[in-house]
């Protein structure tokens, strides 16, 4: 964590993407984009909530804290220089959550809209709705998608989406938000023997029929920040 968020303050990019590692590897990228843009909306892609504290974990790996850590429960040389407001995140395709997550979700009043609840609504729409005028950061862990279908994860969870959905709904994040992603991260993928045609599932996911990361650098590029 150290290391990331000294390169990434020295750097100062003004998009990060990051891919690899499990889903603790999104605390830097996603504490230096909360303190460049204080309005920051975080779309947590996840099966899991990762709203742990350490004292609630039942697992005690930090994965599953990485999200409470960014929203300003963590130790202090992990601690976020600004953290995330709870109304300023959205977790998305989340479906198995600890009891103390559960508490956290409903007393923080934090969106959630499980799988089931993505195939019916219109979760861009929920994202515009909550962004208004800010950036967003999108996480994707890979274990959102069912694993019947891709299994290559480190905590598979079942009943999640198709590629097809998961595609569908990048591309709607993505054509909701021009030029106004300024990170992605894509964690948690572990293969269990060879899995073929992963190149092009993975570029699917960043491609045009994805998140289009190509249209939203150039999009991003035309805009002026400052």
Known sequence: MAGASSFLQSRQPEQVFTIGGDCSVDLAPMSYLRWRYPKLLVAYIDAHADLNAEWESPSGHFHGMSLRALLGTAP???????????????????????????????????????????????????????AGDGVVHVHLDLDVLDPVEFPHVNVPAEGGLSVQQLLRLLHSISAAFPGRICGVTLTEFRPRGQVKGLDKLLESFMGPDGLDLAKQVASWRSVSRE
């Open 76 to 130: 202090e040389d992990l601690q976020p220089r600004v953290p995330l407001e709870a109304a300023r995140l959205a977790l998305l395709g989340a479906r198995e959550l600890d009891s103390s997550e559960q508490v956290f979700v409903e007393k923080n009043e934090v969106r959630l809209l499980s799988t089931a609840d993505l195939k019916v609504q219109d979760a861009a729409q929920v994202l515009v709705d909550m």
